[in-house]
């Protein structure tokens, strides 16, 4: 890294995860529901591009446990470590 805008992508990113998933818990929908709800196709894009490798990585190592967490933050619970 010769900057700081890789980092800056990447908490870009997280706070939009926590933006989209705190306003669909205050909607009352449950995990599931939020999961259908959250869209992160273009981060995908951005991050991964069109190789479906990274693509899937992306889905299975950030999405899906992202997701979840940010669901667990906005109800309160405790977070996984």
Same mark, same amino acid.
């Given at each position: 890294m010769k900057n700081t805008s890789y980092?800056?992508? @990447?908490i870009a990113l @997280?706070? !939009? *995860?926590?933006? &989209? *998933? &705190?306003?669909? *818990?205050?909607?009352? @929908? !449950?995990l599931p529901a939020v999961r259908k709800r959250v869209t992160l196709d273009d981060w995908k894009t951005k991050l991964a591009g069109d190789d479906k490798y990274r693509r899937r990585a992306f889905q299975d190592f950030f999405v899906v446990p992202g997701i979840e967490q940010a669901y667990k933050e906005a109800k309160g619970e405790q977070l996984t470590e």
């Open positions: 980092i800056k992508t @990447l @997280l706070e !939009d *995860v926590r933006s &989209q *998933v &705190q306003a669909a *818990v205050k909607e009352g @929908l !449950d």
